[in-house]
């Protein structure tokens, strides 16, 4: 490489108590280049980075800008070297203009004039294409806006070396594609960018050289143009991993769960679900794609029966076709409403309508011995309606609806509570006795903790102690275990290495193939594609797309996500106002 | 005079103890922290500038000296008072609101307990300074008497605040930090320490209202009494001026006007009313500020709302 180097780490050591995380890291930057810097979660990368940007202060090594030997102790020594980091969660002032947030801290001896700034904001802005306006207060802006103001604030204190910690994280296909081709104009200007992601993709599309980390170590830095995803995930991950998620045909498909016209508006009267309709079919993984906060979470909490709707119906089939009626209902009522409705019949095909055959009923003793019995069966799958019911109603009316919130310590499991009894959340109705059963709970967080692989010094450790994937396995695993006939799952693979995402697409897969309506809330496209049979696209509360996963491109699933921007931006105006 | 004009002047000097109060907690807050100290603080100002003009007494300095003492005297009880709490809500991070409300309870107890003994020593020795506090109106036989140096010096310290907020680099930053404590110390804002000055200095400011109140406005040896109520109106005064120093001046004026309204209005229109309506008069400012609330609250609109850390302790971000 003729270009001079920028930027370089020498044997940079960094501990957390006794983790380390970074062990004896060299790497280097030039000018002019883009360094994207490539590991799975915990394997180091931010650390690594926060510690040249000045959060972090190596336990030893040292750091090295343009040649000389740099100490970084705050952010504000790392920008005097002209090194500054955008964070992944931004940090940013909503009160203030994007002018505002960019002087913020910044202290040039000279007088503070806000239209100096906006004036300047507006230059640099202009000069490698962004478009922002510096008087727009942060709190009205898109998330890309937002992003777009982050770089600003690094580039007005001058810096030369960027940090992007995992930039495309929260953008569609189409505004990473407009963020990378203001990185490739900044690289064009000299300018060094390191970029964490673990998009393989983006690595292969964006950057010139990827420095590969695995386990708080550089396994090595490779020339991008000369090396493949391949040879970069068994870099990554230390063995070959097949990238491929099994897809099996979906075989026996049954609508399970069909949606109609469902809209939900929150407590500020806006608009958060708008007429979305759709059907959940057995044996069938139904993808949902669509911006965070488009209303997924409301989607499929109101599924859930946990919000109130202003309109719409859930309507859930039961497979009961030719089962037994069985007192689940616990109520004789219910048994009696099915005959009128005509969804009942005896074994040998003649009509149940609680009526012998002079016409005369049937007494509640003799139909209660042949519903115990196991003689009256249904005709077909049993309608429930699901809308305006409680979560306990729905369990009642034996519902088999498991939910993987994406807020797993919050909804998910009780943090401060072992595996066990987390699994007794579940089931602690079924106790009989004033006193606690553990048996059963017990058995099963065993069979979790083994079946899953969850790594963990024993069942009786609270859940917030173990890993994000490991604890991801146990919300997982409970819900799988209740015999689910909808599965909903919220973003499941959320902050999870390559290895534990696998080991939950692949339990999604096995739940599609038992006649499981699985319901997956996806942030990463490359995966939704793989995954799903079908992709439901929504965007601002609609849906504005259903596409067949097996012919759908990403950027038609992109154009979907952002369908009708124009309108949302207005009804976020008018909440504002 | 005309009394609907004697009714309107009474009103300012009362208001510019609200004044004092009111901008020294905006300051507080605008770094994010809740100071339900500031009826204490008044008071401890109060009692700080008594005691330095008592010791001055027969100095035989001139009054242009003892004054600005008296004064200084003041602010330096009120950054005592600002210091224990900043200690205790800045550094050791303690609740906000408990630490506010002792600080009041703490402040009001020393203040009865020197006061009144100030009092049975030799009487109020301090009480001679009123005229000080009066100039240059210390001869006028109508209200005016009470528009002292000190209103002059709150609004000016009103106005200058608005400025350092709204106009200054410290003033974006001091902004920064009641807002998002964490990307002020992402940009290199020594949040601890703007935390520590903005109120420190709020809390001198503050402290000075409670000598005005006690020399110029009450000029009284009771006066020391009725400081702790004066404190609540200021603090509810910051609602009800959104947080802005400049709208403050004219809601400090109208809540003047509301607290004296009970006594006065009566009176104005020649009506005879019984003497237990005018605590329910007294009630005005409150249930001003109460519908301000509701009203901000309904409407939503961001640059209304108090600082989004307002009573959060920060906890920098550490593994």
Redesign the interface.
């Known amino acids: 490489m003729s270009k001079p180097i920028a930027l370089q780490t020498k044997g940079v050591t960094k501990r957390f108590g006794s983790v380390v995380a970074n062990n004896n890291v060299d790497l280097c930057v030039h000018r002019g280049e883009i360094l994207a810097i490539l590991g799975e979660n915990g394997c180091g990368k931010t650390t690594l980075m926060n510690m040249i940007a000045g959060i972090y202060y190596p336990d030893s090594g040292s750091i090295l800008v343009d040649g000389e030997e740099v100490v970084i102790r705050s952010p504000k020594d790392a920008f005097r070297h002209g090194i500054g980091m955008i964070h992944q969660h931004f940090k940013l002032v909503d009160l203030f203009t994007a002018a505002e947030n960019i002087v913020l801290g910044v202290d040039d001896g000279k007088k503070y004039n806000i239209k100096e700034v906006n004036a300047r904001v507006a230059k640099i802005a202009e000069k490698y294409g962004f478009h922002v306006d510096p008087k727009k207060k942060i709190y009205e802006m898109s998330v890309s806006e937002k992003q777009t103001v982050e770089i600003l604030k690094v580039l007005y204190r001058g810096a030369d070396i960027l940090i992007l910690d995992e930039p495309s994280a929260v953008l569609t296909p189409q505004e990473t594609d407009k963020l990378f081709d203001v990185l490739r104009r900044m690289r064009e200007d000299g300018k060094s960018i390191l970029i964490i992601t673990h998009k393989l993709h983006e690595v292969m599309a964006i950057s010139d050289r990827v420095a590969v980390l695995r386990k708080g170590e550089h396994i090595a830095t490779v020339e991008t143009a000369r090396t493949s995803p391949a040879e970069l995930t068994e870099m990554m991950v230390g063995k070959k991993v097949a990238l491929n998620i099994d897809r099996p045909l979906p075989h026996d498909v049954r609508d399970r769960l069909v949606i109609k016209g469902l809209s939900m508006t929150d407590a500020e009267g806006v608009r958060i679900l708008d007429d979305i309709t759709f059907t959940a079919k057995a044996g069938e993984i139904l993808g949902i794609a669509g911006i965070a906060g488009s209303g997924q979470r409301e989607l499929l909490e109101s599924i859930a029966g946990l919000h109130h709707l202003q309109d719409g119906s859930i309507t859930y089939y039961n497979p009961k076709k030719d089962k037994p009626i069985t007192f689940y209902h616990k109520s004789f009522e219910r048994v009696m409403e099915l005959a009128g409705e005509g969804m009942l019949r005896y074994v040998d095909g003649r009509e149940f309508t609680g009526k012998d055959e002079q016409g005369r009923a049937l007494s509640r003793k003799t139909i209660c011995a042949q519903v115990e019995a196991g003689v009256i069966l249904f005709k077909d799958d049993e309608v429930i309606n699901l809308r305006e019911k409680t979560p306990l109603q729905i369990r009642e009316l034996g519902v088999r609806l498991s939910f993987v919130p994406e807020d797993r310590l919050g909804m998910g499991l009780v943090g401060n509570m072992d595996i066990v009894d987390n699994m007794m959340l579940r089931s602690y109705r079924r106790g009989q006795s004033v006193f606690v059963d553990r048996k059963k709970p017990g058995d099963l967080a065993h069979t979790i903790v083994h079946d899953l692989e969850v790594v963990t010094p024993s069942t009786h450790t609270p859940v917030r102690r173990l890993s994000g994937g490991n604890v991801q396995k146990v919300l997982v695993g409970r819900e799988i275990a209740a015999a689910p006939t909808v599965l909903m799952a919220a973003y499941p693979v959320r902050g999870l290495d390559i290895n534990s995402s696998y080991t939950i697409y692949n339990l999604l897969t096995e739940q599609k193939e038992r006649g499981v309506a699985v319901v997956f809330v996806g942030e990463d496209l490359d995966v939704l594609l793989e995954l799903c049979d079908r992709i439901l696209v929504i965007c601002a509360g609609r849906v504005t797309g259903v596409l067949d996963a097996r012919n759908a491109t990403k950027e038609e699933i992109g154009l979907l996500m952002t369908g009708d921007r124009e309108s949302s931006d207005a009804e976020t105006d008018k909440k504002e106002e | 005079m005309n009394p609907f004009l004697d009714f309107l002047i009474t009103a300012i000097p009362l208001g510019i103890t609200f004044l004092y109060g009111c901008v020294g907690e905006i300051l507080t807050e605008k770094a994010g922290h809740l100071n339900l100290g500031i009826p204490g603080i008044m008071c401890v100002g109060g009692t700080c500038g008594c005691m330095a003009l008592r010791i001055l007494k027969n100095s035989g300095l001139p009054w242009f000296v003892i004054l600005p003492i008296a004064i200084l005297a003041a602010f330096a009880g009120g950054l005592l008072m600002g210091l224990i709490y900043s200690f205790l809500t800045v550094t050791l991070k303690a609740n906000q609101n408990v630490t506010g409300l002792a600080m009041t309870t703490f402040g009001v107890g020393v203040t009865k307990f020197v006061m009144s003994k100030m009092a049975v020593g030799g009487g109020m020795m301090y009480l001679y300074a009123c005229d000080y506090f009066r100039f240059p109106f210390q001869q006028s036989k109508s209200a005016l008497k009470y528009c002292g140096v000190m209103v002059f010096l709150g609004i000016a310290i009103a106005l200058i605040a608005a400025f350092v907020l709204n ?3 410290v003033g ?2 001091l ?2 930090v009641g ?2 404590p ?3 110390d ?4 020594n949040v601890t320490k703007y935390k520590y000055v903005a109120t420190l200095i709020g809390s001198g400011i503050a402290a000075l209202g409670g000598l005005f109140y006690i020399m110029d406005y009450a000029g009284s040896y009771e006066a020391y009494k009725s400081i702790e109520g004066m404190g609540w109106l200021a603090v509810a005064l910051v609602i009800f001026t959104l947080w802005r120093p400049n709208l403050s001046i004219l809601g400090s004026l109208l809540f003047g006007l509301l607290y004296i309204a009970g006594s006065r209005i009566p009176t104005l229109l020649g009506i005879q009313l019984d003497m237990s309506a005018t605590p329910l008069l007294q009630m005005l400012p409150y249930a001003v500020t109460i519908v301000v609330l509701i009203v901000i609250s309904v409407r ?4 209304h709302q108090p600082p ?1 850390s307002l009573g959060v302790p920060y906890f920098r971000e550490e ?1």
Not at chain 2, 186 to 189: D, E, K, L, T, Y
Not at chain 2, 300 to 303: I, L
Request: hydrophobic fraction near 35%; avoid cysteine; aromatic fraction near 0%.
């Open positions: 106009k200054t680099r974006l930053h902004r920064a807002e998002n964490a990307t002020a992402a940009v290199g804002i939503k609109k961001r640059e989004a593994r």
